[in-house]
RNA sequence: GUGGCUUUAGCUCAGCUGGUUAGAGCAUCAGAUUGUGGAUCUGAGGGUCGAGGGUUCAAAUCCCUCAAGCCACCCCA
């Protein structure tokens, strides 16, 4: 990933994050095997095919990180992070690996940017993360997002909503795809993600879950919603969207951007977790975040606008190379008043030199040849007019400064 | 996990049915009246031909395995 993309996200990460109070963590590459296990799914795509697992030497099974919630959830027990005021509210940048096979927008190792806000059921926190990943994305000008949303129930409602979807379902399993009959048995939510063509239809009269929720997490997406509407967020509700891992309780959402065609089209993704710390063992508590993928976001904005590197402002340089270190300490000198300098060093010729100038970017230049040298000046050079004047060491500053706030 | 394709210089690629020192463009560097620029011209450097094995007198070229990547699925970031 170009480094200015990776500066330009992960400086707005930051800033937005800690704007909303979020801390930095930073936790394991890799973890045991069965905390993604566990808090994942047995089910889930992420855990029956695409975990990069091996044995250490103790025989214990390691997973490199597949999702960056589990393992902070497992760190805020650890580290007693239950103990601080709730809700605790964690940001994260970081590589992420799975083994799905590799194409555009997908790789072995990925980056994320995520926020975890642990320990407080309130939507209104639902609605803060659905706020801070769409503040985001509008600090990096990606434009072109549209949000997703909708709500999966919680231990109370879905089950019951289970077995309503098995029994629409029942009689139609002889139609269903290989997939969805498998789904049919392990999580019937997960129909709702097929994309076979025999399977559309079915989907389109199932029966929806956001008409069977129960009163709490009704009123609870009902909050998410005015919290939305109330900061002017524009959101689709999306009864279809469910999400590929077992953890997420109540609100779900989806960020996608319309330029990825396909099934890459999402950016990122989150929700509510009130059942994850229990299925690790730990006491219930409440959570809600989001993960958003560096990579793709960085395909976005390369689109969208090609990002150059830094350009120097000063191009110093010594005609001979005896006055090189001369040069240099004019170089510190204007460096000391936070420019970008560079010196260019050896013995290659004058047009040489400059033209590298020229191709890197640089407004000025600083040549200091023996004549120079010897009067104890310097010749500052105005690279876009093609002017320059012959200067005392001490008016070297104030003179560069000058030509670069010219124009 | 399924199907198809790709991998040759820093980058983009050429290299026909296996044959000697593997090429081009761009980029880099150097020269073109020895202190003045992004153009042009000339020249130079740079490659374990993705990795490992096999067939053959001979492999970038044929076969196998693996890896990375691309496209479409599946699904996710």
């Not at 879905?158 to 629409?168: H, M, S, T």
């Not at 795809?177 to 709702?192: A, C, H, Q, V, W």
Request: charged fraction near 25%; proline fraction near 7%.
């Amino acid at each position: 990933m170009p480094q200015p993309y990776w500066d330009a996200m992960s400086g707005a990460a930051k800033d937005l994050a800690e704007g909303f109070g979020y801390l930095r963590i930073e936790t394991p590459t890799f973890e045991a095997t069965e905390l993604f296990v566990r808090a994942v799914g047995e089910a889930s795509d992420i855990v029956s095919k695409e975990m990069f697992t091996f044995k250490d030497r103790g025989d214990r099974s390691l997973t490199l990180r597949p999702e960056g919630t589990a393992p902070i959830v497992r760190a805020y027990f650890d580290a007693g992070m239950q103990l601080e005021p709730q809700p605790v509210r964690l940001y994260y940048l970081g590589p992420y690996f799975r083994s799905e096979r590799p194409q555009r927008g997908r790789f072995h190792e990925f980056r994320q940017f995520g926020i975890e806000a642990i320990g407080d059921p309130s939507p209104l926190l639902d609605v803060e993360a659905i706020v801070l990943g769409w503040s985001w994305f509008g600090a990096l000008d990606t434009g072109g997002i549209h949000l997703l949303l909708n709500s999966i129930g919680d231990e109370v409602c879905r089950p019951a909503y289970r077995e309503l979807l098995r029994d629409y379902y029942r009689p139609h399993l002889a139609e269903l795809s290989g997939e969805s009959r498998m789904r049919f048995e392990k999580n019937p939510l997960r129909l709702f993600d097929s994309k076979e063509p025999q399977d559309q239809e079915l989907k389109l009269k199932a029966p929806r879950i956001v008409d069977h929720l129960c009163q709490p997490c009704a009123e609870a997406f009902q909050a998410v919603r005015e919290g939305l509407s109330a900061e002017a967020i524009p959101f689709t509700l999306n009864p279809e969207l469910v999400r590929g891992l077992d953890y997420y309780t109540r609100t779900v959402f989806e960020y996608q951007h319309e330029s990825l065609g396909g099934a890459q089209n999402a950016l990122g993704g989150g929700g509510r977790y009130d059942g994850l710390a229990a299925a690790l063992g730990y006491r219930t508590t409440p959570g809600v975040g989001f993960a958003i993928g560096l990579d793709r976001t960085a395909m976005v904005l390369r689109e969208r606008k090609p990002l150059a590197p830094p350009v120097p402002d000063v191009w110093a340089l010594a005609v001979d190379p005896k006055d090189e270190l001369y040069v240099f300490h004019l170089a510190g000198t204007l460096r000391a008043r936070g420019l970008r300098v560079v010196v260019d060093p050896g013995a290659a010729r004058l047009d040489a030199k400059l033209r590298k100038a020229a191709k890197r970017g640089a407004r000025v230049a600083l040549l200091v040849g023996p004549e120079e040298r010897e009067k104890g000046e310097a010749v500052v050079r105005d690279m876009r007019l093609k002017t320059q004047v012959s200067v005392a060491e001490r008016e070297v500053v104030p003179t560069v400064t000058q030509a670069l706030s010219a124009g």
